[in-house]
Protein backbone atom coordinates (compact mmCIF):
# COMPACT_ATOMS: atom_id res chain seq x y z
CA UNK A 1 0.00 0.00 0.00
CA UNK A 2 2.58 2.39 1.27
CA UNK A 3 6.35 1.63 1.87
CA UNK A 4 9.29 4.40 2.52
CA UNK A 5 12.58 3.16 2.42
CA UNK A 6 15.41 5.25 4.24
CA UNK A 7 13.75 8.63 3.39
CA UNK A 8 16.37 11.54 4.35
CA UNK A 9 15.32 15.31 4.28
CA UNK A 10 17.11 18.02 5.49
CA UNK A 11 16.80 22.15 5.80
CA UNK A 12 19.48 24.82 4.90
CA UNK A 13 18.97 28.01 7.66
CA UNK A 14 21.69 29.85 6.36
CA UNK A 15 25.25 28.14 6.85
CA UNK A 16 23.68 25.76 8.82
CA UNK A 17 21.88 22.39 7.95
CA UNK A 18 19.06 20.87 9.78
CA UNK A 19 18.41 17.13 9.04
CA UNK A 20 15.00 16.57 9.73
CA UNK A 21 14.57 12.90 8.31
CA UNK A 22 17.42 10.26 8.74
CA UNK A 23 16.96 6.95 6.53
CA UNK A 24 13.22 6.86 7.87
CA UNK A 25 11.41 3.30 6.91
CA UNK A 26 7.88 2.95 7.67
CA UNK A 27 5.29 0.69 5.65
CA UNK A 28 1.25 1.29 5.79
CA UNK A 29 -0.54 -1.67 4.87
CA UNK A 30 -4.40 -1.68 3.08
CA UNK A 31 -6.55 -1.55 6.36
CA UNK A 32 -4.24 0.13 8.49
CA UNK A 33 -3.57 2.94 10.82
CA UNK A 34 -0.08 4.77 11.56
CA UNK A 35 0.19 7.83 14.00
CA UNK A 36 3.30 9.84 13.58
CA UNK A 37 4.26 11.78 16.89
CA UNK A 38 6.75 14.31 17.90
CA UNK A 39 7.93 17.64 19.19
CA UNK A 40 6.56 20.86 16.98
CA UNK A 41 9.46 21.02 13.96
CA UNK A 42 10.75 17.42 14.13
CA UNK A 43 9.25 17.06 10.66
CA UNK A 44 6.46 14.78 10.92
CA UNK A 45 4.51 16.75 8.71
CA UNK A 46 7.52 16.85 6.24
CA UNK A 47 7.71 12.60 5.93
CA UNK A 48 4.03 12.99 5.44
CA UNK A 49 4.10 15.39 2.66
CA UNK A 50 6.94 13.23 1.12
CA UNK A 51 4.58 9.84 1.41
CA UNK A 52 1.92 11.57 -0.15
CA UNK A 53 3.84 13.13 -2.82
CA UNK A 54 3.88 16.80 -2.19
CA UNK A 55 7.39 16.97 -1.27
CA UNK A 56 10.69 15.43 -2.55
CA UNK A 57 13.07 13.26 -0.30
CA UNK A 58 16.98 14.15 -0.62
CA UNK A 59 17.08 10.47 -0.62
CA UNK A 60 15.38 7.49 -0.49
CA UNK A 61 12.42 5.80 -1.99
CA UNK A 62 7.96 5.92 -2.15
CA UNK A 63 6.45 2.86 -3.22
CA UNK A 64 2.82 4.00 -3.11
CA UNK A 65 -0.21 1.64 -4.50
CA UNK A 66 2.48 0.14 -6.37
CA UNK A 67 4.03 2.29 -8.26
CA UNK A 68 7.86 3.79 -7.59
CA UNK A 69 6.59 7.98 -6.84
CA UNK A 70 10.18 9.24 -8.01
CA UNK A 71 9.75 7.40 -11.24
CA UNK A 72 6.22 9.20 -12.05
CA UNK A 73 6.25 12.99 -13.67
CA UNK A 74 4.15 15.80 -12.21
CA UNK A 75 0.92 15.00 -14.00
CA UNK A 76 1.20 11.54 -13.11
CA UNK A 77 1.84 11.83 -9.59
CA UNK A 78 -1.35 14.73 -9.30
CA UNK A 79 -3.72 11.53 -11.11
CA UNK A 80 -2.40 9.53 -8.38
CA UNK A 81 -2.86 11.54 -5.27
CA UNK A 82 -6.37 13.11 -6.74
CA UNK A 83 -8.25 9.44 -7.32
CA UNK A 84 -6.69 7.62 -4.95
CA UNK A 85 -5.48 9.93 -1.59
CA UNK A 86 -7.51 11.71 0.52
CA UNK A 87 -6.29 14.52 2.55
CA UNK A 88 -7.07 16.05 6.19
CA UNK A 89 -5.27 19.29 7.18
CA UNK A 90 -5.23 21.17 10.91
CA UNK A 91 -6.96 24.38 8.41
CA UNK A 92 -9.47 22.24 7.05
CA UNK A 93 -8.63 23.46 3.47
CA UNK A 94 -12.33 24.04 2.47
CA UNK A 95 -13.06 26.38 -0.66
CA UNK A 96 -14.91 29.57 0.07
CA UNK A 97 -18.25 30.75 -1.89
CA UNK A 98 -19.06 26.85 -1.67
CA UNK A 99 -22.11 25.40 -0.19
CA UNK A 100 -21.11 22.41 2.05
CA UNK A 101 -22.52 19.35 0.21
CA UNK A 102 -20.20 21.31 -2.92
CA UNK A 103 -16.84 20.97 -0.64
CA UNK A 104 -18.16 17.34 0.15
CA UNK A 105 -18.54 16.67 -3.35
CA UNK A 106 -15.94 18.54 -4.81
CA UNK A 107 -12.78 15.46 -5.44
CA UNK A 108 -15.59 13.23 -6.65
CA UNK A 109 -16.41 15.92 -9.21
CA UNK A 110 -12.97 16.18 -10.05
CA UNK A 111 -12.44 12.79 -10.94
CA UNK A 112 -15.91 12.35 -12.57
CA UNK A 113 -17.97 10.48 -10.21
CA UNK A 114 -21.75 10.82 -9.84
CA UNK A 115 -23.26 12.78 -6.91
CA UNK A 116 -25.82 10.26 -5.71
CA UNK A 117 -23.61 7.52 -4.05
CA UNK A 118 -24.87 5.74 -0.99
CA UNK A 119 -21.54 6.05 0.47
CA UNK A 120 -21.85 10.17 0.63
CA UNK A 121 -24.94 10.06 2.20
CA UNK A 122 -23.69 7.80 5.04
CA UNK A 123 -20.67 9.93 5.49
CA UNK A 124 -23.26 12.80 5.84
CA UNK A 125 -25.49 11.25 7.77
CA UNK A 126 -22.41 9.91 10.07
CA UNK A 127 -20.51 12.93 10.58
CA UNK A 128 -24.32 14.74 11.02
CA UNK A 129 -23.76 16.94 8.59
CA UNK A 130 -27.39 16.50 6.73
CA UNK A 131 -28.92 19.74 8.46
CA UNK A 132 -26.20 22.36 6.76
CA UNK A 133 -25.65 20.92 3.65
CA UNK A 134 -26.54 24.05 1.95
CA UNK A 135 -24.76 26.55 3.89
CA UNK A 136 -21.29 28.25 3.15
CA UNK A 137 -18.27 27.27 4.73
CA UNK A 138 -17.31 30.20 5.77
CA UNK A 139 -19.99 30.46 8.38
CA UNK A 140 -19.74 27.00 10.01
CA UNK A 141 -18.15 26.35 13.17
CA UNK A 142 -14.19 24.88 13.59
CA UNK A 143 -15.85 21.49 14.39
CA UNK A 144 -18.14 21.56 11.94
CA UNK A 145 -15.61 22.83 9.07
CA UNK A 146 -13.49 20.14 10.27
CA UNK A 147 -16.45 17.28 9.97
CA UNK A 148 -16.95 18.75 6.04
CA UNK A 149 -13.14 18.11 5.79
CA UNK A 150 -13.36 14.80 6.55
CA UNK A 151 -16.77 13.86 4.58
CA UNK A 152 -14.51 15.75 1.54
CA UNK A 153 -11.84 13.45 1.95
CA UNK A 154 -13.59 10.42 2.10
CA UNK A 155 -16.35 10.99 -0.21
CA UNK A 156 -14.10 9.55 -3.45
CA UNK A 157 -12.96 6.33 -1.32
CA UNK A 158 -9.59 6.84 -1.12
CA UNK A 159 -7.40 4.23 -0.52
CA UNK A 160 -4.81 6.44 1.29
CA UNK A 161 -5.64 8.75 4.08
CA UNK A 162 -2.87 11.45 5.44
CA UNK A 163 -4.09 13.33 7.72
CA UNK A 164 -1.95 16.12 9.50
CA UNK A 165 -3.13 17.63 12.73
CA UNK A 166 -6.63 16.80 11.95
CA UNK A 167 -7.82 18.23 15.50
CA UNK A 168 -4.98 20.71 16.21
CA UNK A 169 -7.68 23.33 16.07
CA UNK A 170 -10.47 21.87 18.26
CA UNK A 171 -11.25 21.67 22.32
CA UNK A 172 -10.29 18.51 23.88
CA UNK A 173 -13.89 16.95 23.38
CA UNK A 174 -14.56 17.82 20.45
CA UNK A 175 -11.09 16.59 19.41
CA UNK A 176 -11.87 12.66 20.55
CA UNK A 177 -15.15 12.55 18.43
CA UNK A 178 -13.90 13.85 15.81
CA UNK A 179 -11.00 11.57 15.78
CA UNK A 180 -13.32 9.11 16.38
CA UNK A 181 -15.60 9.74 13.41
CA UNK A 182 -12.66 9.97 11.13
CA UNK A 183 -11.04 6.22 12.50
CA UNK A 184 -13.89 4.89 12.06
CA UNK A 185 -15.20 5.97 8.60
CA UNK A 186 -11.66 5.37 7.39
CA UNK A 187 -11.97 1.44 8.71
CA UNK A 188 -15.26 1.29 7.54
CA UNK A 189 -14.29 2.59 3.82
CA UNK A 190 -11.58 -0.02 3.34
CA UNK A 191 -8.95 2.78 3.48
CA UNK A 192 -5.05 2.76 5.30
CA UNK A 193 -4.77 6.46 7.16
CA UNK A 194 -1.63 7.87 7.84
CA UNK A 195 -1.88 10.43 11.11
CA UNK A 196 0.29 13.15 12.24
CA UNK A 197 -0.16 14.65 15.30
CA UNK A 198 1.83 15.80 18.63
CA UNK A 199 -1.22 14.38 21.23
CA UNK A 200 -0.35 11.12 22.21
CA UNK A 201 -3.79 10.62 23.44
CA UNK A 202 -5.58 11.13 19.51
CA UNK A 203 -2.43 8.76 18.71
CA UNK A 204 -3.77 6.13 20.93
CA UNK A 205 -7.04 5.92 18.17
CA UNK A 206 -4.75 4.00 15.85
CA UNK A 207 -3.57 0.63 15.25
CA UNK A 208 0.38 1.50 15.71
CA UNK A 209 2.54 4.55 16.61
CA UNK A 210 6.00 5.96 15.92
CA UNK A 211 7.79 9.02 17.32
CA UNK A 212 10.18 11.08 15.49
CA UNK A 213 12.70 12.47 16.68
CA UNK A 214 16.33 13.73 15.68
CA UNK A 215 16.08 12.01 12.51
CA UNK A 216 15.04 7.96 12.77
CA UNK A 217 11.27 7.05 13.69
CA UNK A 218 10.77 5.10 16.76
CA UNK A 219 8.04 2.40 17.64
CA UNK A 220 5.66 2.66 20.39
CA UNK A 221 4.38 0.77 22.41
Not at 124 to 135: A, F, H, K, M
Not at 160 to 181: C, I, K, W, Y
Not at 202 to 210: L, N, P
Request: glycine share 10%; proline share 3%.
Amino acid sequence: MLELRSISKSFHDGESELHVLRGVDLSLEAGDSIALTGASGCGKSTLLQIAAGLERADSGSIQILGRCLESLDEPDTALLRRRHLGFVFQQFNLIPGLDVQSNILFQRRLNRLPDDDPWVDELIGGLGLETILERQVEVLSGGQQQRVAIARALAHRPQLVFADEPTGNLHDSLSRQVMGMLLGLVAESGSSLLLVTHSREMASFTHRRYLLEEGPLHALD
